[in-house]
């Protein structure tokens, strides 16, 4: 089990939900060891995930419609936001891929004050348990992003994420499909947001790559970002 | 030939305005009287065929209706991503009615369950929602 560490109560946990029945609850159970404050947005799903979640003592917001994976971390954020004394903001996955500890160092990054915006990294320093193909694409992605240059990232697309209050509460995420990764990112270059990665390692477990999103859907996300709605 | 030069820049245009476009007035003006243009110069072009080719002979298309169907295809651009841009802002507002309904649900849901020690009032997410009387 994990270290509890420091109180996290300050720290509120957004995990985006859809059709994650089978490992949710643990992922759940685990989560609220370390972090006693987890908001799952459920994005209609149509399994045992709203059970799951009701199952455990974290808090449950579900769209009444299926809107994608941005738009649930967006409502995920605005419910935590609006929770007394939150001060971090952690997205992490639904699947096991991510590990607590990892999300645990991170707060702590964010709270020494030395960043505003904390990002996990997979490429610091155990590149190779990314699988070959998926590390070349995500390589390309940052390269082809100016925020990313700017910001000298090396993993974009990174679902562990810790924001400070200032940066949640600014922060609009507009994109509700997977392109919100992008979106953050390019959010995050225009801004003054002092950014820091920090490396953390993926389980790429059978079950997390089996919802992992295809490679392909890197058009989509090209194609969605590229006419973004930029005003009204 | 004239005609190729005219088509890819009216492409090009039609994509650049569609990517920088921010739903300003003027865009939307223009957008109608390119409309109201287009439905003169076909209605122009059904009463005069002749005229229509002669034009087309000058821009180097053989025929009227081939030039009819070049522009077409540059008008169907433009009407398709003129729409998509109207879908993403009606999904955007459909997205933020969803937020407002699941939020509002989720406070009552937790507070049911017993996990929110205290009625919570919401400060909302930009004046999305109302501040909860209790």
């Not at chain 1, 994990?2 to 989560?31: C, M, S, Y």
């Not at chain 1, 490429?123 to 240059?149: D, H, M, Q």
């Not at chain 2, 003169?40 to 000058?58: G, K, S």
């Not at chain 2, 540059?74 to 997205?95: K, N």
């Amino acid at each position: 089990m994990v270290d509890p560490g420091p109180v996290n109560d300050d720290v509120w946990v957004v995990i985006p939900v859809f059709n994650e029945a089978q490992v949710l609850e643990q992922v759940v159970r685990q989560t609220l060891v370390v972090f006693p404050n987890v908001v799952c947005v459920d994005d209609g799903s149509r399994d045992g995930s709203v059970e799951a979640v009701l199952r455990t003592r974290a808090h449950l917001v579900r769209h009444p419609v299926n809107l994608g994976q941005g738009a649930a971390l967006q409502t995920g954020l605005t419910y935590a936001r609006a929770q007394p004394g939150a001060r971090y903001f952690v997205m992490f996955d639904a699947d096991g891929q991510h590990r607590l500890e990892d999300a645990s160092t991170m707060v702590q990054v964010a709270r020494s004050g030395a960043a505003d915006v904390v990002l996990g990294t997979r490429f610091a320093e155990n590149a190779e348990s990314v699988p070959l193909l998926k590390r070349i694409v995500l390589r390309t992605a940052v390269l082809l992003s100016p925020a990313g240059r700017k910001l000298k990232l090396t993993d974009a697309h990174n679902g562990l994420r810790v924001l400070t209050r200032p940066v949640a509460d600014d922060l609009q995420i507009t994109m509700n499909g997977m392109a919100h990764a992008s979106e953050i990112v390019s959010y995050l270059g225009r801004s003054s947001w002092r950014v820091r990665e920090v490396p953390v390692s993926i389980r790429y477990t059978e079950y997390s790559r089996s919802k992992g999103q295809s490679l392909l859907n890197g058009v989509n996300i090209l194609f969605d970002l590229s006419v973004r709605q930029r005003g009204g | 030939m004239l005609i190729q030069i005219i088509l890819v820049v009216a492409v090009v245009a039609v994509l650049f305005l569609f990517v920088r476009s921010s739903g300003a007035v003027y865009v939307q003006a223009s957008k109608r009287i390119a409309l109201v243009l287009f439905a003169i110069a076909n209605i122009y072009a059904v009463m005069r065929p002749d005229d229509l080719t002669a034009v087309a002979r000058v821009l180097g298309v053989g025929r009227g209706t081939d030039l009819v169907l070049y522009a077409l295809v540059v008008a169907f651009m433009a009407g398709m991503f003129s729409f998509y841009q109207r879908f993403r802002v009606v999904d955007r507002r459909y997205t933020e009615l969803a937020r407002t309904v699941a939020i509002r649900e989720a406070e009552l849901v937790n507070r049911e369950r017993g996990i929110v020690p205290e009625p919570v009032v919401s400060t909302g997410d930009g004046g999305a929602l109302p501040t909860v009387e209790r």
